[in-house]
């Protein structure tokens, strides 16, 4: 019953401030596409994390001994993975958009550059682009932070609270629950400017892949900063390259982007892996691991 009005508490309170910062922002003139959305719509990034620190603090009174806040340096391989995925997967769009005639990438990142920057490119970037490109990694790193005000909440409580016995239903429901959650943004053409209702179905089944991602480097890395630098580097660093390679391509962005169709390709092979090797097995609980671990010192 605790766990229950913790998840619903968790729900409402996500949900009730996301929307209603990003309705003010929106309402108040300030377009989707403009910088200063970003900066005002802050609070809605965060949203999830309030919400979890406001439940665990206060409503269930559980605390934080599973939300994952260390770092274990030794499970190194998890962060790069996480880090460098996204450059996988748009690879992996760039190869297929032209087999199946979507869009064609435009390696001098010029074209993409002119659609990312309307108001005119920089000269010594139109001489050197790909020097952007060599920044993106780092600036996931920067990111990150922000990006924990997603984790801590979604992969940080909900989808250990979800379904704890059942790992993929809990990746599965989260991930459709995440989903939802962006769908005052989406409708303004935050991920499909062209198919703004279309988008609301087949935005969730990329957070559903995502969060079986997400989840696998959460729990193997047993930390909420790995699944944070993940999101951070798929926001910035896949979003990032994937504009300037096949931006102003012509290419409709609910077929090539990395939450589009085409996204699904090697998101849902990562996915199907980690399901088919059982990957997502639930972790002892903390008080089990400890008694494990005391057990293992004595000799028992």
Known sequence: MNNRKGIVAFILIAFGIAWLNWEVVLRSGIAIDNPLFKILAMPSAFA?????FIVRKWITREGFGDAGL???????RYYLIGWLLPLVAVGCIVILAPLFGLAKPDFTLIRGLKQVMPGGVPPALLAHPWLLVLGLPVNAIFATPILFGE????????QLRLFPEQPLLSAIGTGVIWGIW??????RGYNYPDHRILGLLVFPVATVLISIIFGWLRLKSNSIWCSSLAHAATNGMGGTLFLLL????????IYISLVGVLGYVPLGLLSAW??????????????MQADRSQAAQSGA
Do not use: C, M
């Open 274 to 287: 980690i399901i088919a090797t059982g990957q997502l097995k639930p972790a002892a609980p903390p008080q």
């Open 246 to 253: 096949l931006g102003g391509s012509g290419g409709d962005y």
């Open 182 to 187: 962006h769908y005052p943004v989406n409708l």
């Open 70 to 76: 260390a770092i274990d340096v030794s499970k190194w």
């Open 151 to 158: 984790e801590f909440g979604w992969r940080g409580y909900l």
């Open 48 to 52: 999830p994390a309030i919400a979890a």
